[in-house]
């Protein structure tokens, strides 16, 4: 596959190795956090860490658009979708993020009807093949996939769509990762910055990272290659006392971003005062909602939800995990009450999560499986 | 959720100027390129798909310039492990 | 502070991995009070309903090696008896229909538990308003299908359901056959020093039909692999020593298979991502959906676990069959860590493969 299997080549993983490596000042720990699920999910997926020297710990961000949502939002989802005749459409990695009552899954077992889409422009197809249904997409996502959702609520008002609207409950990466850099509990060396999220807003957001706070963020791409080398970049960074904004990605991301992806947003949606994520609580300006102009679609008008803030289960430590704070494995209920099977939290719930990423891909002894792989 | 990929462009809808077929693999789909009306598709362009929508066109010059790069770096590297290897220390 | 505190984070780590892999053996315990399709998909919640309703009831001998078939011996014959159902959904797709996987799947069952496939039964669960034509054409491809196999279909039920439910119609055929090879077939025999071995690529029965259902507007040139593979072990277990287990690799694909040996012959499935044959398509539709080829449904392919010295020897055996044309060594079993399938990736890393929880792609078979 093109631009796919060059960036996945052991060789040159080995030669960014040891290029890392001989960067590393001896008995200097350093730390990076990698933002994006999307990066957690690849870095376990391919096992990136055997090529990481011991002294450069990756800490696994709050990128993950499907772990953040509230489980009092899953509720509202749900009770939408109990209301006779609406179809629900998600994606697929939302339909097992438990709510307080249980998941998708659980309520489609119920009687309800959420059916899986690939696109929210399905949702529109779905629509028009069912006009007796009112047809009530669960939007999620960064800025990656909310241009996508703005630009499917404008065909449907140009189309004169009137069984379509949008449960919207995108969020924006800056606030995020702000609150990140606000922690007093945690020491940072520098970002392994979203990648698909900057197509759309481009670099620039990120500079006050490096300004203000003086931390080195490489835009980096979702191959295991593209990962290494932006640890690379961060490192040099480091070693010249630099700290700047880096575009790794510059055969996919556009430093300005994608206008015509903002303008649709800009059109469509507008900011929310405030937002709860979950694990990191509520955060002003984080969020979007559809516009009153656009009121027609959006589902939170139609369908008066309980809006009941549900607070995560006590043993939950998913905050401290989200922040970098915790390994998965340091979770006092990780892997025993909270699993894939059983998610208590967040972090287990999507496959990107940190702890799911962890319990799926690297729940092993380093050396022993070393053994077991060479021998 | 952050699932983008690359894919080529193979045509554009006729009656849907808005919508191009692209190739993943040998695996075709129909995806909405509105968001790149700015700066024009064509058959042949590469381009990022997420949900079903083209969010930027891949740049083949910057894709070259990473593989040089990373080329560089494992040229680099076979040198120095030659070296090493054939050095003798005595 | 205990002594947990102070010891060093690897340490920590590991008690915790320890503490884990206790908690996974623990019995098997359904939490849910309704059923929910992740209880189909082949994957953990199937394994532990499986365990948790119906092995608790039923549970006898016969039943507990939980194998594709059951081995039973009836007045000194020894057969095996198998049965599986069917709700594919859609009827048709390209490279057979539910008929094509009702008979296939059943012979398969039958063939790798070292079974020469005799006798079939077809229950047939039809929704009232199902075209009769539509029934015709899958009993047809039941009856080319069985032909091609060398079985019978000797006996069957028929019921009638009120539209809007069997979703046309759902099948289940039971299978006999009798059990001609000598030697102890079983995943609890696999062993560290076992060669594993694919005879084809993986995941185009569940792409194929993913994509038949035209809700994803993918096209593909892809067809169901469905096919019966008696005649492929025949020739496996009539030439090569040393082969412990097959199974064919349904609902949950490849990986759900390796966690299965995994847990039962309490090994380490080591696999190279480099070796397991992924045809082009169906790793494009997988990239683009997000799923692993490894989870994806097959409806001809099998999984063989052979003594390490005939690894070559069995791979030819394959080989030479038109079924096998492809087939790959795609790893080894070692002794540690015991339960754990690992890959190497592509990448030259390592990580787990572990079961999924639910199925990426619902009623596919």
Known sequence: MRFVDEFRDADKARALSAKITSLCEPGREYKFMEVCGGHTHTIYKHGLEDYLPENITLIHGPGCPVCVIPMGRIDDAIHIARRPGVLMTSFGDMMRVPGSGGNFFDSNAEGTNIRMVYSPLDSLKIARQNPDQQVVFMAIGFETTAPSTAMTVLRAAKDGIENFSVFCNHITIIPAIKAILDSPDLRLDGFIGPGHVSTVIGCRPYEFIAADYGKPIVVAGFEPLDILQSIYMLMLQLKEGRSEVENQYSRVVPWEGNLTALRAIAEVMELRPYFEWRGLGFISHSALRIREKYAAFDAELHYEVPGVRVADPKACQCGEVLKGVLKPWECKVFGTACTPETPIGTCMVSPEGACAAYYNFGRFTRTRVREASLS | ?90 | MSAQDTAPPSEREQQVLDRIERARRRRAKVKEERITLAHGSGGKASQTLIEAIFLESFRNPLLEPLEDAAELTVSGARLALTTDSFVVSPLFFPGGNIGDLAVNGTVNDLAVSGARPLYLTAGFILEEGFPVADLTAIVDSMRTAADAAGVSIVTGDTKVVQRGKADGCYINTAGVGVLEHPGRLGIATVRPGDAILVSGPIGEHGVTVMLARGELDIEADLVSDTAPVHDLVAGLLGTVPGVRAMRDATRGGVATILNEVARAAEVAVVVDEQTIPVGTEVRGASELLGIDPLYVACEGRIVVFVDGASADEALAALRRHPLGEHAAIIGRVKADPPGLVLLNTVFGGTRICDLLVGDPLPRIC
């Open chain 2, 1 to 90: 959720m952050c699932l983008g990929i690359p894919g080529e462009v193979i045509e554009i809808l006729t009656d849907r100027p808005d919508l191009a077929r692209v190739d993943v693999s040998g695996v075709k789909r129909a995806i909405n390129i509105g968001l790149l009306e700015d700066e024009g598709v064509e058959p042949g362009d590469w381009v990022l798909i997420h949900v079903g929508f083209a969010l930027s066109k891949i740049d083949e010059d910057e894709a070259k310039a990473a593989m040089e790069f990373l080329e560089g770096i494992g040229k680099a590297y076979d040198d120095e492990i030659a070296a090493l290897r054939d050095s003798h220390i005595v």
